[in-house]
């Protein structure tokens, strides 16, 4: 079993005591278009100015009211704009998002299809273990996330082949987990728990497909 793996089931083994499992932060198998979602968003793309390749522009969607990326990032992002010319920070934290709640979902309901669509071997695997646990002590998962209270790109990784990039998502979701006979064992769908995850999400350089996937992911 991958460490990744490890972190994660004990995470949810957290989860089931009452502690929402924050599958979406940092490494808990959970931003931003990553994974994601297939980059569905109309945005225009970012482009290099054609009169100067050397100088990549600002991130898109990025203004000083309200940043899609935290500062420590905007290096990464920059760098990641020379190399592909089609990325959009905006469109891609949109993505993020979207996977973020597909992901989240998915595990909740047991939708191993989707999650196998959206995330890497090691993470699906860890989502899938947890699920076939989950499904032999007759659990079932309850929970709803309320809303995303931001969302923001933390870093941008890049090497020869592959980019990486890391979102923060701040959340409140309402958890409850169920017995076979639907009794209730834990949580309560009246009380909301904050949570604070960074979710790591990859894609190939210059691939054809425009998919990122859930690398990793855990609790900040």
Not at 22 to 28: A, Y
Not at 126 to 149: C, H, P, Q, S
């Amino acid at each position: 079993m991958t460490a990744f793996s490890i972190v994660l089931l004990a995470m949810i083994a957290a989860f089931l005591g009452m502690r929402l499992y924050s599958v979406l932060g940092k490494r808990t198998g959970h931003e931003q278009e990553p994974v994601l979602p297939r980059e569905r968003t109309a945005a225009s793309p970012v482009r290099l100015d054609e009169t100067d390749g050397s100088q990549a522009p600002a991130p898109a969607s990025a203004d000083t009211a309200g940043l899609v990326y935290e500062p420590a990032a905007e290096a990464g992002l920059r760098q990641l704009l020379a190399t592909d010319r089609n990325f959009d920070a905006g469109r891609f934290m949109e993505g993020a998002e979207a996977a973020y709640r597909m992901i989240l979902e998915a595990y909740w309901k047991g939708d191993r299809d989707t999650l196998r669509d959206l995330c890497d071997d090691d993470s699906y695997e860890a989502f899938a273990d947890a699920i076939t646990a989950r499904d032999a002590r007759g659990e079932t998962l309850d929970n709803r996330l309320m809303v995303v209270d931001s969302a923001k790109i933390t870093a941008v990784e890049l090497n020869s082949s592959e980019a990486r990039i890391t979102v923060r998502y701040r959340a409140d979701i309402s958890a409850v987990t169920r017995d076979a006979d639907g009794k209730l064992i834990a949580g309560s769908m009246s009380d909301a728990t904050q949570t604070d995850d960074l979710w790591t999400f990859r894609r190939k350089i210059g691939s054809n497909d425009p998919n990122w996937v859930l690398d990793e992911a855990e609790s900040a």
